[in-house]
């Protein structure tokens, strides 16, 4: 189908789909959907150029899920052969040396909780900053502003403080654009090149390609690439003290080895030039893993990469 027509369907569907997670249903649907029982379905669009398609992953193919979709075809928000992929449960990737100087791909965790990898430095007008996921340097929002962020975690030898929590973007139940929290350092020994020894020289701003090779340094699986798949939305990741759903998300496709596993949340991604892509969010710890846009992040906290 057409680009515009893909997208089309990709609003309709998010739309209803959000509904469902806020207990709002069409006239047709015989009850709301609690969370208990609410389907997890992601919306995904596939292809390049006026050639796309769109294709739901959801957790399981279960009776919620099953009803859901075919509630959707019967009202024209997906087309009536849409594709379904199970892709089992979501999560955010939530390892252990300590590190000096400071380098992105390295463990930091905020003093409360566990650790998640560190992905860039940032510049501000505030100062010298350190980017990974809300649940890793702001625990989903619990944490306090000037929190202590630690190197690699609480507890392990040579754990030590490397900045304090400086802002966050909010988590919600849904309607997520990203998983991104910056912390302000308090030590001067940086590195800027990746663990990895990669330099990063600009931010992607051109449309991803399918298949396009990407690549992140993750403190639980260190160097790993994937293909591009597809931007999706409406991803439900379970979280550590809840399950929030994001839009508009990179979706990474990998065989053999996952791209990304607990712990490497907050991983920078980047292309083959060597460009930032993003920051990894989540996956299934098999074959999907979910990364939030660097841009918009950068644009959010008014912030430049160091």
Avoid: W
């Amino acid at each position: 189908m057409r680009h515009d027509e893909a997208h089309r369907y990709h609003d309709r569907a998010l739309a209803y789909l959000h509904g469902t997670r806020h207990g709002v249903r069409a006239a047709t649907a015989a009850r709301p959907v609690s969370r208990e029982d609410e389907a997890h379905i992601a919306i995904a669009i596939e292809g390049d150029g006026d050639e796309r398609r769109i294709v739901l992953r959801v957790k399981a193919l279960d009776n919620a899920t099953l009803r859901t979709i075919k509630v959707m075809r019967e009202l024209g928000h997906v087309p009536s052969d849409v594709r379904v992929e199970e892709v089992g449960l979501l999560s955010g990737h939530g390892a252990q040396d300590a590190v000096s100087p400071i380098r992105p791909g390295v463990a930091c965790a905020n003093e409360h909780g566990p650790s998640g990898t560190l992905g860039c430095f940032l510049d501000s007008d505030d100062g010298k900053l350190i980017l990974s996921a809300n649940h890793v340097l702001a625990l989903e929002n619990r944490a306090l502003k000037g929190s202590s962020i630690v190197q690699p975690k609480l507890g392990i030898v040579g754990e030590r403080e490397i900045a304090l929590l400086h802002d966050a973007q909010d988590l919600f139940s849904a309607g997520n654009l990203m998983d991104a929290a910056v912390a302000k350092l308090t030590v001067n020994d940086i590195n800027s090149t990746i663990f990895n020894n990669v330099d990063i020289n600009g931010v992607r701003t051109t449309p991803l390609v399918t298949g396009e090779t990407l690549t992140k340094f993750g403190q639980s699986t260190e160097e790993r690439s994937g293909n591009f798949l597809s931007m999706t939305s409406n991803v439900s990741l379970k979280m550590r003290f809840d399950t929030y759903s994001f839009d508009d998300q990179i979706e990474i496709n990998s065989t053999g080895q996952p791209f990304s596993a607990g712990g490497d949340s907050g991983a920078l991604v980047y292309d083959d030039q060597k460009r930032a892509v993003g920051i990894v969010i989540g996956g299934n710890n098999s074959n999907r893993s979910f990364v939030t846009p660097i841009a918009r992040i950068l644009e959010r906290f008014n912030a430049t990469l160091s």
